[in-house]
């Protein structure tokens, strides 16, 4: 009897063993499934926070770190800083893609600030306006022209390729005709350095009295226009390139 007993007292204490070796097994399984769930979770919501904004793209092909100093170093890296204006609150330049508007900032965002340097005009506000008159170098005026400021040509006495005429025979819609995009670039300047501009000079380099100042002197028709310009300069940071 006694046998017996000893015989089922170890077949007990083994199945007893064997029951809590799969309950701890089945726990670990539990809290595996439980970690992988957080994680996706976590991973997705960060995803949709990421999705939410537009972001500057170094040279290398990563973001750019907000606080780097790049200023004036557009080749290696374009961009100073994240973008924290996202597309989906944008109101005026909606129509603005950024694989448009980005290559366009790294070509021209050394030149820009060369013309700063020599006529005192804000990097961010040629930036931001050749970008909105050339719709970022693609425009018809652009392509054909080299113009990209959308700068007319009102002289009577025009030598052949001095300008050229877009829509009919109203001399004022003659626009001027340049050899390269830099020759844009620095007419541009000369043109804002005259006396119909000049008085912004004393804003510095305040985007925003230029923008709206550009828009009262009458560079644009359209009532919008200094808000679309603060849009794009504030969209990318172009204000980092006034920075010299």
Same mark, same amino acid.
């Given at each position: 009897m006694d046998r017996e007993v000893q015989a089922y007292s170890e077949k007990k204490t083994n199945t007893s063993g064997f029951v809590k070796a799969l309950w701890g097994l089945s726990f670990t399984v539990v809290l595996l499934v439980v970690a992988l769930f957080l994680s996706t979770n976590k991973c997705s919501d960060y995803k949709g926070q990421v999705d939410g904004l537009k972001y500057q793209i170094g040279a290398d092909g990563l @973001?750019? @770190? $907000?606080?780097?100093?790049? +200023? *004036?170093?557009?080749? #290696?890296?374009? =961009?100073?800083?994240?973008? #924290?204006?996202?597309? #989906?609150?944008? &109101?005026?330049?909606? *129509?603005? &893609?950024?694989?448009?508007? !980005?290559?366009? !900032?790294?070509? =021209?965002a050394e030149t820009a600030q060369t013309e700063q340097r020599q006529y005192n005009i804000p990097a961010s506000i040629k930036l931001a306006q050749g970008i909105l008159e050339s719709a970022c170098g693609k425009s018809r005026l652009a392509v054909r022209n080299n113009n990209h400021f959308g700068i007319k040509c009102f002289s009577k006495n025009c030598k052949k390729g001095h300008c050229t005429n877009f829509e009919d025979d109203h001399h004022k819609d003659f626009f001027r005709k340049y050899s390269s995009a830099?020759?844009?670039?620095?007419?541009?300047? +000369? =043109?804002?350095? *005259?006396? %119909?501009?000049?008085?912004?000079?004393k804003e510095g380099i305040n985007y925003k009295a230029w923008a709206y100042g550009l828009k009262k002197a009458g560079y644009a028709t359209d009532p919008n226009y200094a808000e679309k310009l603060i849009e +794009? +300069? $504030? %969209? =990318?940071?172009?204000?980092?390139?006034?920075?010299?």
């Open positions: @973001p750019v @770190p $907000e606080q780097a100093n790049l +200023i *004036g170093d557009a080749e #290696k890296a374009p =961009f100073a800083n994240l973008v #924290k204006e996202s597309t #989906k609150t944008l &109101k005026w330049t909606t *129509g603005i &893609k950024d694989e448009d508007a !980005i290559p366009y !900032i790294n070509r =021209f830099w020759q844009s670039y620095r007419d541009h300047s +000369i =043109f804002l350095a *005259g006396s %119909r501009y000049e008085h912004l000079q +794009i +300069i $504030e %969209r =990318f940071n172009l204000h980092v390139y006034d920075q010299l």
